[in-house]
């Protein structure tokens, strides 16, 4: 019984461990995987009132090798509590070596991440981040999940 007890706490320790405490906001939205992100397709993220003055943003593109470009275009917007824009950037992420053809970013299998900065620094008052592609393509596969990341 009493081994039992460590044990549990053993893992209960290694679980907390394990997670890490330097977020302040993560989530991920997943694309229709059949057809693939369409250029009218918002992923629209509610990061409330973090305090994020100082903050590091990050914006994580989950891709497959089916993806047929070697780069990633995408627009972010940034809009305060009454829906006004304060930033809107258009940035550019490499998802393939553009000499070995190799996919950037960590992953196992045909998934990989690739993680990058945000091009701007949030704005106290922040309220929401929306992505857009901006691939120029009606229907873009390859493309499974796009996230946004903050770290303290």
Do not use: H
């Not at 044990?7 to 330097?22: A, E, P, Q, T, V």
């Not at 629209?44 to 973090?50: A, H, T, Y």
């Amino acid at each position: 019984m009493n081994s039992l007890r460590i044990l549990c706490f053993l893992g209960l320790s290694l679980c907390l461990y394990s997670c890490s405490g330097d977020r302040l906001y993560e989530d991920y939205i997943s694309v229709n995987e059949t057809s693939g992100w369409n250029q009218y397709d918002s992923l629209s993220f509610v990061i409330g009132d973090l305090p994020i003055q100082d903050k590091k943003p990050i914006i994580g593109i989950r891709f497959t090798e089916n993806y047929p470009f070697s780069n990633f275009y995408m627009r972010v917007i940034s809009k305060d509590s009454t829906g006004q824009i304060t930033e809107n950037r258009l940035i550019n992420i490499p998802l393939f070596d553009s000499k070995s053809g190799e996919p950037l970013g960590t992953g196992f299998g045909s998934t990989y991440t690739k993680f990058d900065t945000m091009p701007f620094q949030l704005k106290e008052g922040t309220q929401s981040i929306v992505l857009l592609q901006y691939m120029r393509q009606e229907n873009l596969p390859g493309i499974e999940s796009a996230g946004i990341k903050i770290l303290k």
